[in-house]
């Protein structure tokens, strides 16, 4: 615990000193507190949903004196002393890769804009951070970079430097819109503190990474800089890179600084961008048509699917009904057919055997599921727990009074109970008209004014 206190004032101690000295140089017990709680960060970072957290760290909210300069503050950017064109204080990215993008981005310091550049080989476009992008020649936008430098910059490379932070200061966000607006300004005052920005050649590029908000944003210096990375350019390359699917911030940045180092070698310009913009949009166009085409197949689908059921519950509607016509050509007085679904019954002599028909003693018979299906659904419609005296009788004398049927001819009830049947089975089919007007007409008049009903397809406005 005592350690812990006497920890604590140096840890406040070092923004204090870099704020009363304008970040130009700090005590030796601050830099080395700084850096233990850096590797200690290091440790416990850990990747939730696109974000970065640390576990057991108090997180900097960094301020533009605050934050130190890695030309003066060596000890505090997380570099472990040595001169460096990254600055990470908290110890957030993987200081192996840092010291890998050290050794790219001094390369890049010393790279001639004018100077030709060998025909790249197939391995190197194959395995480039724009891959199928770099092109075996020289460079499209080196006439552009040699015409917006100055002649006695020719000589000279770019001059990119890392700021990697937490999270910028909430006070310092405040004045401003956003979080785009304050990195930004961030970023330039930084890069003019820094000396990156504003220089005689315009060489500088000053990249700020905020972890936290997985936020990133280039800024280039106007002139040199700025024609080679247009602002349209230095989105695309920031995008890029933060809003990548399932990567950590170190594949992050490194993957920011491989396309600028792409950019800057000629690899990649924004006509090329272009060219992959609309290259992009024809792929998103061509992928909407192809999804309206599978839509509209898949419509068609269905839509030929209802006909064809459509159909065939009309040649099944016109073979029950050519059924009932042919059972009462038949003379005879048993009619072998189950009024309810007009499906064929056995023989009378084979009914006393069989369970599955059930015969009353008016005469009718009718499958056994049948009736009890019946039943029940007449029960339910009629209430037939306050009228138990219908339980129990025939569906076809239970429709017309018993006097009635005593002067009625018991064929035609027979019928109008079967093309009741058939109403409710084929609704579309046969309509009330049709039960009014056949329920006294012979079956051939059933067979001759049935008609294949109007299909409303899918595509049919309604009216």
């Known amino acids: 615990m005592k350690s812990i206190f006497l920890m604590l004032p140096l840890y406040l101690l070092a ?30 970072l850990t990747r939730l949903g696109g974000k970065t957290a640390a576990k057991g760290r108090t997180r900097i909210p960094w301020t533009l004196g605050t934050f130190p300069n890695p030309q003066v503050n060596l000890d505090l950017c997380g570099r472990g002393g040595k001169a460096s064109h990254i600055c990470d204080p908290e110890n957030l990215l993987n200081p192996s890769l840092l010291d890998f993008e050290d050794v790219e981005l001094n390369g890049l310091q010393n790279h001639r804009s004018g100077q030709e550049h060998e025909s790249p080989s197939a391995t190197e476009i194959a395995s480039g951070p724009w891959r199928g992008s770099a092109r075996p020649s020289r460079p499209a936008n080196a006439l552009a970079i040699h015409n917006a430098l100055p002649s006695k910059c020719e000589e000279q490379g770019f001059l990119v430097y890392v700021a990697v932070v937490d999270q910028i200061d909430r006070e310092y966000m ?3 819109y956003g979080l785009e607006e304050a990195a930004r300004e961030f970023g330039w005052a930084l890069g003019n503190r820094w000396g990156v920005l504003k220089t005689p050649c315009r060489n500088g590029v000053m990249v700020l990474y905020v972890v936290a908000d997985q936020y990133m944003v280039i800024l280039p210096d106007a002139g040199g800089a700025s024609a080679i990375l247009p602002e349209e350019l230095c989105r695309h390359v920031a995008y890029g890179a933060t809003k990548a699917l399932h990567v950590y911030p170190d594949e992050i940045l490194s993957r920011a600084l491989a396309n600028l180092k792409a950019i800057f070698e000629g690899s990649y310009d924004n006509h090329r961008l272009q060219y992959d913009r609309t ?15 599978v839509l509209l197949s898949v419509c068609g689908l269905y839509d030929g699917a209802s006909r064809w059921r459509h159909l065939s519950r009309y040649r099944a509607c016109r073979a029950k009904i050519q ?22 019954l056995p023989q009378v002599a084979e009914s006393s055997k069989s ?3 059930v015969s009353f003693i008016c005469g009718h018979r009718f499958h056994a599921n049948c009736c009890e299906s019946w039943s029940h659904r007449f029960c339910v419609n009629n209430h037939c727990v306050h009228n138990p005296n219908n339980v129990g009788r025939c569906p076809v004398c239970t429709h017309t009074p018993s006097s009635a049927v005593a002067h ?9 109970f079967m093309l009741r049947s058939l109403r409710e089975e084929y609704p ?15 079956t051939e008049i059933w067979l001759a004014e049935l008609c294949v009903p109007r299909y409303l397809s899918i595509w049919h406005q309604k009216e």
């Open 323 to 344: 059924t009932v016509h042919e059972a009462f050509q038949q003379q005879g007085e048993d009619l072998a057919l189950c009024p309810i679904c007009i499906g064929k």
């Open 408 to 416: 009625q001819n018991m064929e035609c009830e027979v019928k109008k």
């Open 15 to 44: 923004p204090a000193l870099l704020m009363a000295e304008g970040g130009q140089g700090t005590a030796k017990a601050s830099s080395g507190n700084a850096h233990r709680t850096g590797s200690h960060s290091r440790k416990g």
């Open 355 to 357: 369970r599955h028909d």
């Open 279 to 293: 290259i992009v949009f024809l792929y998103v166009l061509s992928g909407c048509f192809g999804l309206v085409f």
């Open 428 to 442: 579309e089919i046969i309509s009330e008209h049709h039960l009014e007007r056949w329920s006294s007409c012979h």
């Open 174 to 176: 405040s004045a401003y």
